[in-house]
């Protein structure tokens, strides 16, 4: 085996490796870095930059008012892969954004829905020494046509502004999406969601890598979520 050959086994070795150790850590507490990249799916509804720096996006800020429904404590941690090695990547600045319990955006008007200058269930953290970065938020909500999931977005700031490095949805276990909507204020909107497998983004998006499993935690639950990116 010649240099490069070795040198290439032990970056993909590497990379398997982390792959194996994030899928088969259940725990909030035991997140491991993402060496396999993470798949892009499309924005979708409805990314607004807020500059809303905050890890508790439950409420809205200009009125204090919390969204109901169960706590999400939601772990993200982002590693960039560069010439088939994979490190933690500090200063990334994470956005993510989802509806509420009855299906409903902030900061848009949409059907007789308007929520134009409200800005819950929105924001973004910065991402540490190690990568992460923490919110608490609820559990999402559904609308026709889609599964139940998180947009999020991963960017880099400079000079010249903030650079997109990806952006994805994140899903749910549906074992789990099935426990929590027997619980208020889910259960009145029980059935109708859309299953995993039927959504369309899902399916052609790789939407089985951007699965969550949620567990619980307190009074809701916890769900841990590593994120690989390609770095120039």
């Given at each position: 085996?010649?240099?490069?050959?070795?040198?290439r086994?032990?970056a993909?070795i590497k990379l398997?490796a982390?792959?194996l150790?994030?899928?088969?850590?259940?725990?909030?507490?035991?997140?491991t870095?993402?060496c396999?990249?993470?798949?892009?799916?499309t924005?979708?509804?409805y990314?607004?930059?807020t500059?809303l720096?905050?890890?508790?996006i439950r409420?809205d800020?200009?009125?204090?008012?919390?969204r109901?429904?169960?706590?999400?404590?939601?772990?993200?941690?982002v590693t960039?892969?560069q010439?088939?090695?994979?490190?933690?990547?500090p200063g990334?600045i994470v956005d993510?954004?989802h509806c509420d319990?009855?299906?409903?955006?902030s900061e848009?008007?949409?059907g007789?829905?308007?929520?134009?200058?409200?800005q819950?269930?929105r924001?973004?953290?910065?991402t540490d020494?190690?990568?992460?970065?923490n919110?608490?938020?609820?559990?999402p909500?559904?609308y026709p046509?889609?599964?139940?999931?998180?947009?999020?977005?991963?960017r880099?700031a400079?000079?010249?502004g903030?650079?997109?490095?990806?952006t994805?949805q994140?899903y749910?276990?549906?074992?789990v999406?099935q426990?929590?909507?027997q619980?208020p204020?889910?259960?009145?909107?029980a059935t109708?969601?859309?299953s995993?497998?039927?959504d369309g983004?899902?399916?052609?998006?790789?939407g089985?890598q951007?699965?969550l499993r949620?567990?619980?935690q307190g009074q809701g639950?916890?769900a841990?979520?590593g994120?690989?990116l390609?770095?120039?």
């Open positions: 085996m010649n240099r490069f050959d070795q040198t086994r032990e993909l398997a982390g792959s150790a994030l899928s088969t850590s259940p725990s909030w507490a035991r997140i870095p993402n396999v990249l993470t798949p892009e799916q924005e979708g509804p990314f607004v930059d500059q720096q905050r890890s508790d409420s800020p200009r009125t204090g008012r919390m109901a429904g169960l706590p999400l404590q939601l772990q993200l941690q960039g892969i010439a088939g090695q994979c490190r933690a990547l990334a993510i954004w319990a009855a299906g409903v955006y848009v008007s949409a007789s829905n308007d929520t134009t200058g409200q819950f269930l924001g973004y953290q910065i020494q190690l990568g992460k970065v919110f608490v938020t609820i559990y909500g559904w046509g889609r599964a139940i999931h998180i947009h999020f977005k991963v880099t400079s000079r010249a903030k650079a997109e490095l990806l994805s994140l749910f276990d549906e074992a999406t426990r929590v909507y619980r204020p889910y259960a009145q909107r109708g969601y859309q995993n497998e039927r983004i899902y399916r052609s998006g790789q089985q951007l699965l949620p567990e619980p639950y916890a841990v979520f994120i690989g390609m770095l120039s």
